[in-house]
């Protein structure tokens, strides 16, 4: 059981942002949210993870609901390269359960 | 090109054959993972292992035997598998332990397709 909620796939254009969204409502106190991506014909490659407080690195930004039982990996300008199944995961990193995830397309 | 390379990156054998698939990493990471990934399911944690040692076994069938012989090397032993073995099996690690819940990131192989006959 992934614990974890989202959509099944979602569309974005080319060079717009990409709103992620996940529902996480039953974590815990020392749950970590964990985003990872899996482009096809690859391994999972991880995008970024976070605990309570908003985190930014190079390829994406994670907002953290207050309550944390929701989050949204921000993709700020969409590319080809970022259409793959981007998977929200709570958990500590020996222990990630990874669901369906949602498959993202890129328009040109 | 994320530091852990599995081979082979196909392989077919027959129900009663045995094969062996090989992961290694030159990270300097303390932990490793064995994942399975079906069609159209999701991925599935089978085995854990923190500096060689196995800490995690999900339930996995006895047809499947792992190896830690170093903390650089990690194998997958194969024997008498059934068809519905046939998946992406794919290898990881991280550098702090499975208990660690900060250090986050794993760092995923391509996977190994293995296709049973």
């Known amino acids: 059981d992934a614990k974890t909620t989202q959509p099944n796939s979602m569309e974005s254009n080319e060079e717009e942002p990409v709103h992620l969204p996940c529902n996480h409502s039953?974590?815990?106190?020392?749950?970590?949210i964990h985003w990872y991506r899996q482009l096809p014909s690859q391994g999972p490659e991880y995008v970024i993870h976070?605990?309570?407080s908003n985190v930014n690195n190079r390829m994406a930004s994670l907002a953290i609901a207050e309550d944390r039982k929701s989050s949204t990996l921000i993709l700020h300008r969409a590319t080809l390269r970022d259409a793959a199944v981007y998977y929200c995961?709570?958990?500590?990193?020996?222990?990630?359960?990874f669901g369906k995830g949602t498959k993202l397309s890129v328009k040109p | 090109e994320t530091g852990v390379t599995q081979t082979p990156r196909h392989l077919v054998m027959g129900m009663t054959n045995k094969k062996s698939l090989k992961c290694e990493q030159h990270?300097?990471?303390?932990?490793m993972y064995w994942y399975k990934q079906s069609a159209k399911k999701p991925l599935e944690l089978m085995f854990v292992?923190?500096?060689?040692?196995?800490?995690e076994n999900n339930s996995v069938p006895s047809r499947f035997s792992p190896e830690c012989p170093n903390s650089s090397h990690l194998f997958l032993h194969l024997h008498t598998l059934q068809p519905e073995d046939s998946a992406l099996y794919l290898c990881?690690?991280?550098?702090?332990?499975?208990?660690?819940?900060?250090?986050?990131?794993?760092?995923f192989g391509e996977g190994s397709r293995l296709t049973v006959l």
């Open positions: 990270l300097g990471h303390n932990a």
């Open positions: 292992y923190n500096f060689k040692e196995q800490t």
């Open positions: 990881a690690s991280s550098p702090g332990t499975s208990g660690d819940t900060n250090t986050g990131e794993l760092f």
């Open positions: 995961i709570r958990g500590s990193q020996g222990n990630l359960i």
């Open positions: 039953t974590i815990s106190g020392t749950d970590y």
């Open positions: 976070g605990l309570t």
